[in-house]
C-alpha cells in the first residue's frame, strides 16, 4: 500500500512541475514570439461555420508607438478591475 501511495505521490508532483513549469515556459515564448491565434478566434470561426458563412480570420499587427498610450492600459485594467484603483 506504502508504495501504491508513494507512487502517486511522485505523479502528482511530476503533475504539478510539468504543469507550472510548461506555464512559465509558454509565458517566456510569448513574449518574444508572436500569436497568430487565439482561443477566441477559433470560437468565432466556429460560430461562423454554424452559421453557414465562411470563415473570415482577418488582424493586423500595429506597433506599439501606433497605439493609443491607454490602450495597454484598458487591456490591463480588463483583467485585473482593481489595477486602476491601486494605480488611483
Known sequence: MGKILSKVGNFIKWMLVTLVGGSILLVFAFRFLPVYTSPLMFIRAWDQVSRGERIRW??????????????PLAVMSCEDQKLLIQRG
Open 58 to 71: 482577418h488582424h493586423q499587427w500595429v506597433p506599439l508607438e501606433d497605439m493609443s498610450p491607454d490602450l
